[in-house]
């Protein structure tokens, strides 16, 4: 996943971000999945579950304002998540 995101991300932002921090900000991303209850809610009749990217972006934030990993703006973060969820996107049901 990290490599997958790091690929896709904006080219100054590759230069930016380590690798350390893209787990931390998946960490954080599976977090929130975990516990908003985003995924505990009926999926469309298309089976797609509608989550706000804008949500965890601001979840991020604040937890690593936390952390003192706040280094990071809104925009970037979102790209991370951005890229999480292509990421899934991407897999077959095979692959689950």
């Known amino acids: ?24 900000f998946l960490d954080l991303i599976f977090e929130y999945y975990a516990t908003s209850g985003c995924l505990d ?3 469309d009749e298309e089976g ?6 804008e949500e965890i972006v601001e979840f991020l934030l ?9 280094n990071f703006s809104a925009e970037d973060l979102l790209f991370v998540v951005q890229g999480e ?12």
């Open 1 to 24: 996943i990290v490599e997958y995101i790091k690929t896709h991300l904006p080219s100054e932002l590759q230069e930016k971000i380590t690798e350390d921090e893209l787990y931390y």
């Open 85 to 96: 969820m292509e990421y899934g996107n991407s897999l077959t049901d095979d692959e689950f």
């Open 62 to 70: 604040t937890e690593a304002k936390k952390d003192n990993m706040d």
């Open 41 to 43: 809610v009926e999926p």
């Open 48 to 53: 797609y579950i509608n989550i706000d990217q």
